[in-house]
């Protein structure tokens, strides 16, 4: 065997130092995601107990879901009201963060009323732009990019970006914040 020549060694060593050193920093994403599954059962569940309510027999108050969207229907906004709290209890014995819901204002004619709320999925531009500022405030050596609607923090350590995560989770947002994809 031919022990390999000066040139082999240093290209050899050249790649080995930048594969070891930089290329895979450790990083996370920071998502906003909800399970459509856990919300079709818990509208599922909604509409039936809102059919064997007594305060509902004989109207025709129903859920109707259009994949991120939740119409409710009913005679008057007072059921409105009361089919919102149905549908926000059931969302939360199912593990769905209700801070994800997003109602527009009740529309009302002669037969009946309406609601629609919306289901929100994913980090809105404006937000992961004021997330981004306040993990830039901080100094801390880590980098924050908007990919879409998730942001992706790396870092050189675990521990900095352990610190990021706990600074986000007490950022006041009006989103539930999940963070995924944790690399090392």
Same mark, same amino acid.
């Given at each position: 065997?031919?022990?390999?020549?000066?040139?082999?060694?240093?290209?050899?060593?050249?790649?080995?130092?930048?594969?070891? *050193?930089? !290329?895979?920093?450790?990083?996370?994403?920071?998502?906003?995601?909800?399970?459509?599954?856990?919300?079709?059962?818990?509208?599922?569940?909604?509409?039936? /107990?809102? !059919?064997?309510?007594? &305060?509902?027999?004989?109207?025709?108050?129903?859920? !109707?879901?259009?994949?991120?969207?939740? +119409?409710?229907?009913?005679? &008057?906004?007072?059921? =409105?009201?009361?089919?919102?709290? @149905? =549908? +926000?209890?059931? *969302?939360?014995?199912?593990? $769905?963060?209700?801070?994800?819901?997003?109602? /527009?204002?009740?529309?009302?004619?002669?037969?009946?009323?309406?609601? $629609? $709320?919306?289901?929100?999925?994913?980090? !809105?531009?404006? =937000?992961?732009?004021? *997330?981004?500022?306040?993990?830039?405030?901080?100094? *801390?050596?880590?980098? $924050?990019?908007?990919?879409?609607?998730?942001?992706?923090?790396?870092?050189?350590?675990? &521990? @900095?970006?352990? /610190?990021? @995560?706990?600074? =986000?989770?007490? /950022?006041?947002?009006?989103?539930?914040?999940?963070?995924?994809?944790?690399?090392?």
């Amino acid at each position: 065997m031919v022990p390999p020549s000066p040139e082999q060694r240093s290209w050899a060593n050249a790649a080995l130092s930048s594969f070891t *050193l930089g !290329e895979y920093m450790p990083s996370f994403d920071v998502v906003s995601e909800v399970n459509m599954q856990e919300v079709g059962n818990a509208v599922n569940q909604a509409t039936r /107990e809102v !059919e064997t309510r007594f &305060d509902f027999k004989g109207s025709n108050a129903k859920f !109707e879901r259009d994949d991120a969207a939740i +119409t409710m229907r009913a005679p &008057d906004k007072f059921q =409105l009201g009361q089919m919102y709290d @149905i =549908l +926000t209890a059931k *969302l939360a014995a199912r593990k $769905v963060n209700v801070k994800c819901l997003d109602r /527009e204002a009740p529309q009302e004619n002669v037969a009946d009323a309406w609601q $629609v $709320v919306n289901v929100r999925q994913g980090i !809105e531009t404006d =937000l992961a732009r004021r *997330l981004v500022k306040t993990v830039k405030r901080t100094k *801390l050596k880590v980098q $924050v990019a908007i990919q879409g609607d998730k942001l992706r923090v790396t870092g050189k350590k675990r &521990d @900095i970006l352990q /610190e990021v @995560i706990a600074l =986000l989770k007490e /950022e006041k947002v009006d989103l539930p914040l999940q963070f995924t994809n944790f690399r090392e």
